[in-house]
């Protein structure tokens, strides 16, 4: 059976962090999540649910989008708007002013009940206000049904928090698609003439090859997992989903 596109939606049941790194004590958090991201949440849940090792399944999902929120039945894809990122018309300062709380904790020294010195973590997170979150993935139609079945309680953890009780995320439908007008590998978006046709607001990252856009670049890492740890491979420029790019080079 051939591979073939699927939206699938998720719900929002805790706090999530997408991490993108930070400043001070502080761990900001990404307003979309990356299809990098919800590759390794499913490729784990796949793995607990089925037993199936990494070799077995590592190629399920690589066919992956961004996921967005979708708030009050409409997704939010990402733009720019007078320089500014947008998810759909909300600004990223309004989204995060009314979605996004800060999170404080510190470790206590036992002895004295004082706060240790340089514990202090603040988290920022995405708070649920019945937000679901919506992206779309490339693969073989009997590799959906073993696993995501509307019938189960499939849960799935974003973010690298999940011992402070927060990602938690639930499966609640998955809508075939005749086609998607990206070509998708592991969330990264590459066009399969290496051009693009028309003027484009990418939903997804594209490898930066001197293409003319605008928006903003990002550094981001390709991991190897194949050795049961966790390893930076390689690292390249990519434009950030957003930005608009043309045929023009």
């Known amino acids: 059976m051939s591979n073939q596109w699927f939206e699938l939606t998720f719900k929002q049941i805790e706090p999530i962090n997408i991490g993108q790194g930070g400043w001070g004590v502080v761990n900001e958090t990404r307003i979309f999540i990356p299809g990098i991201t919800m590759w390794g949440a499913l490729t784990n849940a796949y793995f607990k649910e089925t037993g199936k090792h990494y070799k077995d399944i590592k190629n399920i999902f690589e066919q992956i989008s961004c996921f967005y929120p979708k708030i009050d039945g409409k997704v939010l894809y990402p733009n720019y708007k007078n320089g500014e ?5 909300i600004s990223e300062s309004e989204f995060r002013q009314k979605y996004v709380k800060n999170f404080t904790s510190t470790a206590i020294n036992p002895t004295s ?3 240790k010195d340089e514990s202090l973590h ?3 997170l995405i708070y649920p206000y019945n937000i679901e ?9 009997e590799y959906l049904d073993e696993y995501l079945d509307e019938k189960k309680e499939i849960k799935i953890y974003i973010g690298g928090d999940a011992r402070y009780g927060f990602g938690l995320m639930e499966f609640t439908k998955k809508d075939s698609k005749k ?3 990206f070509e998708l590998i592991k969330g990264i978006y590459k066009n399969e003439h290496d051009n693009i046709e028309h003027e484009t607001i990418l939903k997804n990252y594209l490898e930066f090859k001197n ?9 981001l890492p390709e991991f190897d997992f194949t050795k049961g740890q966790k390893t930076i491979k ?3 420029y990519y434009i950030t989903p957003g ?7």
């Open 85 to 89: 990122f947008h998810l759909g018309d």
């Open 113 to 115: 009940l004082n706060a």
């Open 122 to 124: 603040e988290i920022d």
């Open 133 to 141: 979150w919506v992206g779309y993935i490339n693969c073989k139609k």
């Open 179 to 181: 086609d998607y007008n």
């Open 211 to 219: 293409q003319e856009f605008e928006g903003e670049l990002e550094i």
């Open 234 to 236: 390689n690292a390249k």
């Open 243 to 249: 930005s608009k790019i043309s045929n023009k080079n």
